[in-house]
């Protein structure tokens, strides 16, 4: 019988990748998720039965011990933005990473891989920073042989962020940044699926930090997705005071609608804008694994597409302004 990973958080951005390079591995995966009814769409990824979407509630024992039952090696992608709720910070990225890594130590599981994220920092100004080494502390308390993957901003087809931008641009003239000028190595999600997958299979150990093979400025960043999306926007930085300021009435508008309306962006968040978000100078990274990283410029086109002002005819509008001119 063919070997199973458990990957908890596998229905999300970053899980599904790997669930998907774990399939095609020959693993059987079982995807652990809070909504298994929404995540039937890992199921494709290998054959009748290979890959499994089952419920899990990481804040509890039972549930994770039964998703993780029989498992010869787990991944834990699970984590979260949200400062406040039963899914919060210290619960899922530092209490729940830990209790991951127990019950694994405990079921006898052989390898584990955790996703961080660069800037997990136990003195971090940022709640979420702290939160993350945190879990890595818990992690490699029970599971010392774990592997950790410590990615920066992760950009691909389901991303929240050149999306999330580009819709904006879509509707409004002015793009406001905070942090414009705070440096970025974006990394492709599929990237950090294969470190992941080096990880369970054995061929990696210790903690990796994993950027893409460019540095850019946020303001930069935003300026390129622009550029592929055939638009012209105003990009305004706003000083961190005036983020604090859009994070209070955000938050109490959400509040208010009792979590209607989303809080565009939070006081931790504005924190963490505050500072580089780049891999540490000697920190291993993807050549130590063998991967080589792909460039946002060779995949950005392939999925932001879709907020050009003529969607998948841009390209075809441009060829015939050319053939006029």
């Known amino acids: 019988m063919s070997q199973l990973v458990t990957i908890y958080g596998g229905s999300g951005f970053l899980g599904r990748y790997i669930a998907r390079r774990m399939a095609k591995a020959g693993w059987r995966v079982r995807v652990a998720c809070r909504r298994p009814n929404e995540a039937g769409f890992v199921r494709p990824y290998g054959a009748v039965g290979q890959v499994e979407p089952v419920l899990c509630n990481i804040r509890d024992d039972a549930s994770v011990a039964a998703a993780m039952l029989g498992a010869d090696a787990v991944v834990n992608c699970v984590g979260t933005f949200d400062e406040g709720g039963k899914n919060n910070f210290e619960a899922v990225q530092a209490e729940g990473a830990e ?33 993350k080494a945190a ?30 931008f580009a819709a904006m641009a879509r509707l409004s003239p002015v793009i406001p940044l905070i942090g414009a000028e705070t440096k970025f190595q974006p990394v492709h999600v599929d990237d950090v699926a294969q470190a992941a997958v080096a990880g369970v299979l054995g061929k990696a150990e ?16 935003i300026q390129q997705m622009l550029g592929v999306i055939r638009r012209r926007k105003l990009i305004i930085g706003l000083p961190p005071f005036i983020g604090r300021m859009i994070a209070f009435f955000t938050g109490l508008g959400q509040t208010l609608s009792l979590g209607i309306v989303k ?20 920190a291993k990274g993807f050549d130590s694994l063998g991967i080589k990283p792909v460039s946002m410029e060779s995949v950005l086109p392939d999925y932001l597409w879709r907020f050009r002002p003529a969607g998948q005819y841009e390209a075809l509008k441009e060829s015939a302004r050319n053939l006029k001119a």
Do not use: C, W
């Open 99 to 131: 209790r991951v890594a127990r019950i694994a130590a405990e079921q006898g599981v052989s390898r584990m891989v955790q996703i961080s994220a660069i800037g997990a920092d136990a003195e971090s100004s940022s709640a979420y920073g702290r939160s």
């Open 135 to 164: 879990g890595e502390a818990g992690v490699l308390e029970h599971m010392p042989g774990a592997v950790i993957l410590r990615p920066s901003v992760l950009f691909g087809a389901e991303d929240e962020f050149f999306n999330r």
């Open 206 to 221: 210790g903690t990796y930090e994993l950027g893409g093979p460019d540095v850019h400025t946020f303001r930069e960043l």
């Open 263 to 282: 809080q565009a962006i939070t006081r931790d968040q504005i924190k963490s804008l505050e500072t580089d978000n780049l891999p540490a100078e000697g």
